[in-house]
């Protein structure tokens, strides 16, 4: 069974919306576009987050592979990232795309969650999901997600598309690496350790003012 990891750049607020550019995904009115640029560092090891496809086949939804689409395959020759990104092989998901154009691409059919166990199953290297918001949120909620590359930007934006949303599954995640650029950026990665197995901190004994507040709770007057 090969590993599915996943790879984005997020702010503290957790929006991971347009991170590289302000054309880059402006839907919902978001005009924070390119939030990433000024704290980029040469430093910064994008191939081993995962960020390059590097030795890696790529699962990408109809969106992120749009953005790609329109920006890898034209950037010069000797560009490390376009030509790893432009020979690796892609798996996309789209409900209404009909035809790739993008070297090496081929479409996801039928259930999604179905197509990529199936890719998981047969042999070959990991598989890199980078971006593609709503393809993680529903990898997520059926736990096929193996490891999560997470760079977190120290910028609040307010709004904007997340990575997890309300309707994610619950789960606990371990942390496995971490370091943080000149710049601030925390570059985690995190790995599922399980179910979360809640605990308390609350007295054994709780003190009538504490039974009075809870009373108030269960009457919805808290």
């Known amino acids: 069974m090969r590993r599915l990891i996943a790879s984005t750049f997020v702010s503290l607020d957790g929006i991971m919306q347009a991170p590289g550019g302000p054309e880059e995904d402006p839907t919902g009115g978001f005009a924070l ?7 980029w560092d040469e430093a910064m090891d994008l191939s081993a987050a995962g960020f390059t496809g590097q030795d890696r086949e790529l699962v990408l939804g109809r969106k992120t592979y749009e953005i790609f689409e329109a920006y890898w395959p034209y950037q010069p020759g000797e560009a490390p990232v376009a030509n790893t990104l432009n020979a690796a092989k ?20 039928g259930d999604v969650v179905a197509a990529i166990q199936a890719l998981k199953a047969r042999p070959g290297p990991s598989l890199q999901v980078i971006g ?13 997600i193996d490891e999560y ?16 949303g309300e309707a ?10 971490s370091r943080v650029s000149a710049g601030g950026v925390v570059m985690s ?5 399980g179910e979360i197995r809640p605990g308390t901190f609350a007295a054994a004994e709780p003190s009538d003012k504490e039974l009075a507040r809870r009373g108030r709770m269960a009457k919805g007057i808290w």
Request: hydrophobic share 50%.
């Open 90 to 109: 892609k798996h996309v998901a789209s409900r209404t795309l009909t035809a790739l154009h993008w070297h090496n691409s081929a479409l996801l059919r």
């Open 149 to 164: 590359h997470v760079w977190t930007f120290p910028l609040l934006l307010g709004r904007g598309k997340r990575l997890f």
């Open 33 to 39: 576009g390119g939030w990433m640029f000024n704290y």
């Open 168 to 177: 994610i599954r619950p789960c606990a995640l371990r942390l496995v690496r």
């Open 189 to 193: 990665t995190y790995v599922p350790a």
């Open 132 to 144: 593609s918001g709503n393809l993680l949120h529903t990898l997520q909620a059926a736990a096929l």
